[in-house]
């Protein structure tokens, strides 16, 4: 079985905030009372993407909190991917851990993450079990979606571990990845302000030959449950992103869209015959939004 090398950081977690005060202290005091590894063998990396005076806050309270032991950035909010780049550049592990301020660890699961990154030259990328968010830990690759069926399929696939690479991708909410590997495809498209970019880097591992997987062995806890509805600046982010997306690589993103609209429009049909008008009038304001948003970028 390989070693896993102590003489310098072998991991660098990587959290990117924004507006996220009131999560980070918990988030990086889970990741110190549960690091099994040494302690010269894990860095800490906070990105931040608040505005300045968000910034100095955060910065303050990482130094009350946690001394010197965490290495902080301020960074202008260019997106999910060029701020986790930012953290990237910065990092001197041979692995990294891209995380969201959101996610607890609730065991040690560092060295059993780094023994595959070991054993296994050619895995590039390993997700997590996420435990928050009904329990999903991998999705379907935006290309491979009709809607009606996704999420139903997904949370079946899901409670019985049926991870597939060549189909899907993890929760960017905790990715563990080989450094060197992410280099190689040139780390995050930094095109894409956010969303997509899980599945667009799996994509890129995939074409050079490397190996994705989901290990339910590693879980973690994300705090998503209870989210607000999308505001009207991310649904236009994620809209245009998946544009991107399906452009980048020669897919039928009508098609998407007009998959996306019609499983609305049934699911609405579907809640109105059953009388949970509630629901009903939800799906056709979100297909209403998909409408709005596809008249204002032909403009």
Same mark, same amino acid.
């Given at each position: ?11 660098s977690v990587i959290i990117l905030t ?15 009372? =549960? ?26 309270? /990482? =130094? ?22 930012v953290g990237l550049k910065a990092a ?37 079990? #996420? ?15 009709? =809607?009606?069926?996704?999420?139903? %399929? ?5 409670? %019985? ?14 990715? /563990? ?44 806890? =994300? ?70 948003? #596809? ?5």
């Amino acid at each position: 079985m390989g070693q896993i090398n102590t003489t310098g950081p072998d991991l660098s977690v990587i959290i990117l905030t924004y507006n996220s005060l009131d999560l980070i202290e918990g988030c990086i005091s889970s990741l110190l009372e =549960h690091n099994d590894l040494p302690e010269d063998a894990l860095e800490i990396i906070v990105v931040d993407n608040s505005a300045a005076a968000e910034g100095v806050r955060m910065k303050q309270l /990482l =130094h009350s909190k946690f001394g010197t032991t965490i290495m902080f950035i301020k960074n202008e909010n260019n997106g999910y991917g060029q701020g986790n780049n930012v953290g990237l550049k910065a990092a001197s592990g041979k692995n990294v851990l891209i995380m969201n301020p959101d996610v607890l660890l609730v065991e040690p699961i560092f060295s059993a993450g780094l023994r595959r990154m070991v054993n296994e030259s050619q895995l590039a990328l390993l997700g997590g079990r #996420q435990l928050g968010g009904r329990d999903i830990s991998f999705y379907l690759r935006p290309e491979y979606e009709f =809607h009606l069926f996704t999420t139903p %399929l997904m949370l079946l696939l899901n409670k %019985l571990n049926l991870f597939s690479a060549s189909f899907m991708f993890p929760s960017g909410a905790f990715l /563990l990845i080989r450094k060197k590997a992410f280099e190689e495809i040139s780390e995050f498209d930094e095109n894409i302000f956010m969303y997509c970019e899980e599945a667009d880097i799996c994509r890129r591992f995939i074409k050079r030959g490397y190996k994705i997987d989901v290990d339910y062995g590693m879980p973690y806890k =994300h705090l998503i449950d209870g989210r607000e509805e999308m505001s009207d600046f991310s649904f236009a982010e994620a809209y245009k992103a998946t544009r991107y997306y399906f452009a980048k690589y020669n897919l039928n993103f009508q098609r998407f869209i007009w998959q996306k609209k019609l499983s609305l429009r049934i699911l609405s049909m579907i809640y109105r015959i059953i009388g949970v008008n509630e629901k009903s009038d939800a799906y056709t304001a979100e297909k209403l939004r998909f409408v709005q948003i #596809q008249e204002q970028t032909k403009k």
